[in-house]
């Protein structure tokens, strides 16, 4: 479970909206309420725990849309897999365009995710399979540092226009990447009006939780160069003064400025 402290970290990015945990189970959890209002689209069950708070689950027969189809819930449907509703959207010129999109889509291994729980990060007492962000520019700045902060993995933004959910909730845990995308850009968010469009939204899996949380812990903010302040200002002038000084020993010369 995602600890005390590490749930303050993320409440201090002061995001726009509340990170959502969810964890995927193949059997109902136990002493969760199923969720009981209007049926929606997969995507929008990450709005309603940020906008409700407390814990729920849903399962195949409350998603109005495709995210069941990535999760393994369901096979892909011929007609849609075939290209012709993102032909039809007008986003791809030819179904054969589109269908590449199923051809490649990652799922999860088919009857494995029956049910999937959701729960403000902040209130989850479950093991996340999965956390989303929706960040503003400053927040999604900081966490996307923390992701590569202590690995140094790339940052990577894997999407389609249509069918986002597959990259956000199937490819991270899938792969054991994050991955992210920008509001505004992908049909079902976009059409549904989700959330405004230029937000980032992040998918943190549950490979690389653990060392996100390390690095929010321990990585500056701010880095050195964007601070203000004497001190840092002397701080980031000795340390580039010792990088001309490591270049002469090693016979190359450092133009950064």
């Known amino acids: 479970m995602v600890s005390s402290e590490s749930k303050k970290l993320f409440s201090d990015l002061n995001m726009p909206y509340p990170a959502v945990a969810l964890r995927y189970h193949v059997v109902v959890p136990e002493g969760v309420p199923h969720y009981d209002g209007e049926k929606l689209a997969f995507c929008q069950y990450v709005s309603v725990a940020q906008k409700n708070g407390g814990t729920f689950y849903t399962d195949v027969n409350d998603d109005a849309c495709y995210g069941k189809v990535p999760l393994g819930m369901e096979e892909k449907p011929a007609v849609t897999a075939s290209g012709q509703a993102g032909y039809d959207f007008d986003l791809y010129r030819s179904p054969a365009a589109c269908r590449r999109l199923y051809q490649e889509m990652p799922v999860i291994e088919p009857g494995t995710v029956r049910y999937v729980q959701f729960a403000r990060l902040q209130d989850a007492t479950f093991d996340p399979d999965l956390v989303i962000c929706v960040c503003d520019q400053s927040s999604a700045d900081i966490l996307l540092c923390?992701?590569?902060?202590?690995?140094?993995?790339?940052?990577?933004?894997?999407?389609?226009?249509?069918l986002s959910c597959a990259w956000m909730y199937a490819y991270p845990v899938i792969s054991g990447k994050v991955n992210h995308i920008t509001t505004g850009f992908y049909h079902g968010l976009k059409r549904r009006g989700t959330y405004p469009a230029g937000l980032t939204m992040i998918a943190i899996p549950f490979q690389k939780l653990d060392e996100v949380c390390t690095a929010l812990a321990q990585m500056p903010w701010t880095p050195v160069a964007f601070r203000s302040d004497e001190e840092s200002r002397a701080l980031l002038k000795r340390r580039m003064d010792h990088w001309q000084e490591m270049a002469q020993q090693a016979g190359c010369t450092v133009d950064i400025r």
């Open 146 to 162: 923390a992701t590569s902060y202590i690995s140094g993995d790339f940052w990577e933004s894997r999407s389609t226009p249509v």
